[in-house]
C-alpha cells in the first residue's frame, strides 16, 4: 500500500488481472453489455453486486473475481483511515472500457465534502497509450498499471486524460459512509 496523497492510495499488483477482459467480453456478449451510457463516455458494464435472474455462469464468475479482488484493498484503506462501517454506493459493479479518443473530463463522483465515501478502482491492463487517472487539484497523474487498485475519496475531483491507442479496462465500486 502506497499513499499517494491524502486519502489516495495505491495497492501495486494487489490482484491477478489474467482472464479478466476475455470473461468482460463473454459477459457483455451475453447478459450485461458494454454500453455507451449517457453520464460516461466510455462503454460501461453495471454488473449487479449481487445475483441477478439475468447471470450466467460467465457473469457469477466476473461478479466474484471483482468482489474477491477488492476486498482486501478495501479492508487495509477502511483500517488505516479509522473508517468503520460503509454500504455500496450503487447496487452495481462499474466495469469500464475506455476506447481510443476517449476522455473523461474533470469531475466528482461525490459532492458531500464532509463524508468519507471512496471510489475503489482497479485496473485490468496497461497496454494501451494515454489514460492516465488525474488528480489536477493535488498535482498526481497515475499511468494505470495492470493490476493495481487505486482507492480515492469520492470528493476528490479527478479526470481520466485522452485514450490514443488501445483499450483500458477497469472494474470500480463506491461505498458510503461511515454509517450507524
Not at 104 to 114: C, G, I, N, R, S
Not at 116 to 131: H, K, Q, R, S, V
Not at 137 to 144: F, T
Not at 147 to 171: M, P, S
Request: charged share 25%; glycine share 4%; net charge negative.
Amino acid at each position: 500500500m502506497e499513499i499517494l496523497a491524502n486519502k489516495v492510495v495505491r495497492f501495486t499488483n494487489a490482484f491477478s488481472p489474467h482472464s479478466y477482459i476475455d470473461i468482460i467480453e463473454q459477459v457483455s456478449d451475453t447478459v450485461y453489455p458494454l454500453i455507451h451510457t449517457e453520464r460516461r463516455p466510455h462503454l460501461t458494464m453495471e454488473l449487479p453486486t449481487l445475483f441477478s435472474s439475468k447471470d450466467n455462469l460467465a457473469a457469477v464468475r466476473l461478479r466474484s473475481m471483482c468482489l474477491s479482488d477488492m476486498l482486501s484493498p478495501i479492508t487495509q484503506y477502511m483500517s488505516v483511515y479509522n473508517i468503520e462501517k460503509m454500504v455500496p454506493k450503487k447496487d452495481f459493479i462499474t466495469v469500464s472500457k475506455l476506447i481510443p479518443n476517449s476522455s473523461m473530463e474533470a469531475h466528482v463522483d461525490d459532492k458531500d465534502v464532509a463524508s468519507d465515501n471512496f471510489i475503489c478502482m482497479a485496473y485490468i491492463n496497461d497496454n494501451f497509450t494515454g489514460g492516465e487517472l488525474n488528480f489536477p487539484e493535488i498535482g498526481i497523474a497515475y499511468k494505470p498499471s495492470a493490476g493495481d487498485i487505486i482507492i480515492y475519496q469520492a470528493k476528490e475531483k479527478h479526470e481520466v486524460l485522452e485514450l490514443t491507442d488501445g483499450n483500458r479496462y477497469t472494474f470500480g465500486y463506491g461505498l458510503r459512509g461511515p454509517i450507524d
